[in-house]
């Protein structure tokens, strides 16, 4: 799968978005946009290093994660990095085993970065197992021995600010807490993981849509695979975007198997989105965006950008029904509860929003008008890409509408799944 890292430059034409969201804009204040530099700096301050190097012994009692982790990273000489933050020249292809605390010792939504090495296992997450994938036929073995009954895959592309551990580790846990059994795939571009490399970072993402074309394509042209789902997050929702749109121009559309994209806070100039959203031609898979009108890390986005309101941080709901026309659906996320105090990771450590991720995005929705487009994705209560029991538990009722959670008990009672005091239970 090594490939010289090139992409190309046919552009189509299509405005059909441009009236839905052309206009609009919002306006940043030097305050926020300091605070929240402030806050992003002050993060990570305290980590452990060398986190991905493997225990000596395998754990017991706990959850494991097993990923494919495709990377245009130089690779490091330290085995407890694997990857810096450098572009590498090829993608480089790992399976990497990650240990999870035992439910009793963590929240959902919680990425337990280790305090030490070794780390703990029962309290804090840890590598079990890394290897080295050599070739594109070991890639296909992966998928062959990895696959669910429905031979789905779900491919993660993180955002700015990220080492490779950060994404290997929040990739984890989105999996572990979704609940999804679908083949995990974590696409992880040069991101520094400094907040003031937020440019090199912007150029690493456009360095590497090629390399993310590549590996999409690899997975639908596989037998072993049927279902593809795309989780981008902020900067890597622009990436998403970009190798989604340079896919369709390759194979003259988006392969059929590309089904459903999910774009959480996505960092994307919202003039560019609809360029690129129209350039991707009609067989669009359906998408998914998350917002928030309070997220701090986008008003930093915009404010570097001239101004210009990013997709992930503007008020869509508006638009909603138009956008539903076209396979977009909008998830308001600014009312959930979050760890993060930029409100830009809603997507992974808040329980509602963990929950919305594991629902069906393959084209159900609700019929007479009974809820909103956000609502709709809430009551469908099915699955991101596996097993629909296990996601309901991440989060309570109340995030969804009275009329939606009337449908969300005729959903799953068939499932044997009774709702109680606003939870979820089994």
């Not at 990377?71 to 020249?89: I, M």
């Not at 939606?404 to 044997?416: H, Q, V």
């Amino acid at each position: 799968m090594k490939r010289s890292l090139r992409h190309p430059g046919r552009v189509a034409h299509g405005y059909r978005l441009a009236a839905t969201i052309a206009t609009v804009r919002c306006a940043c204040k030097t305050g926020p946009i300091l605070l929240a530099l402030s806050l992003i700096a002050s993060g990570c301050a305290n980590r452990a290093q060398d986190v991905l190097r493997p225990l000596a012994v395998a754990p017991t009692g706990t959850s494991r994660v097993t990923m494919l982790v495709a990377t245009t990273r130089k690779p490091s000489e330290d085995p407890g990095k694997l990857y810096s933050g450098d572009r590498g020249t090829a993608i480089s292809l790992n399976s990497v085993d990650v240990s999870i605390p035992p439910d009793r010792n963590r929240k959902i939504g919680e990425v337990q970065w280790p305090s030490r090495m070794p780390p703990n296992p029962q309290k804090e997450f840890a590598v079990t197992e890394v290897a080295k994938v050599q070739s594109e036929g070991k890639a296909l073995d992966w998928y062959r021995r990895n696959r669910n009954k429905r031979h789905q895959v779900i491919i993660f592309v993180h955002g700015f600010n990220n080492t490779y551990a950060d994404a290997v580790f929040r990739f984890a846990q989105i999996v572990h807490d979704s609940g999804t059994d679908a083949a995990p795939i974590l696409f992880t571009w040069p991101s520094r993981g400094r907040v003031f490399d937020y440019l090199y970072d912007k150029e690493s993402a456009n360095y590497s849509r090629r390399a993310l074309e590549d590996l999409i394509l690899q997975a639908v042209k596989s037998p072993d695979v049927d279902d593809v789902t795309i989780l981008a997050h902020s900067m890597g929702g622009w990436l998403a975007a970009e190798a989604l749109r340079g896919v369709a121009m390759r194979e003259k559309s988006i392969p059929a198997k590309v089904k459903n994209v999910i774009l959480a806070s996505p960092d994307i100039d919202i003039d560019v989105f609809r360029r690129q959203f129209t350039e991707m031609g009609p067989r669009r898979p359906h998408f998914a965006i998350l917002t928030s009108t309070r997220d701090k890390a986008l008003e930093v986005s915009s404010w570097l950008s001239g101004g210009v309101n990013r997709v992930g941080g503007a008020d869509l709901r508006p638009y909603a029904p138009v956008l539903e026309d076209l396979g977009v659906s909008v998830i308001d996320t600014s009312g959930v509860t979050t760890n993060d105090p930029l409100g830009h990771n809603a997507f992974a450590d808040s329980p509602e929003v963990v929950r919305l991720l594991g629902l069906r995005l393959a084209g159900q929705s609700l019929d007479g008008g009974k809820a909103s487009a956000a609502d709709q994705i809430g009551a469908t209560a099915a699955n991101f890409a596996g097993q629909a029991a296990r996601l309901a538990v991440a989060a309570p009722v109340a995030v969804i509408s009275p009329e939606a959670r009337e449908i969300l008990k005729e959903e799953l009672s068939s499932d044997g799944t009774t709702i109680k005091n606003g939870q979820i239970s089994y």
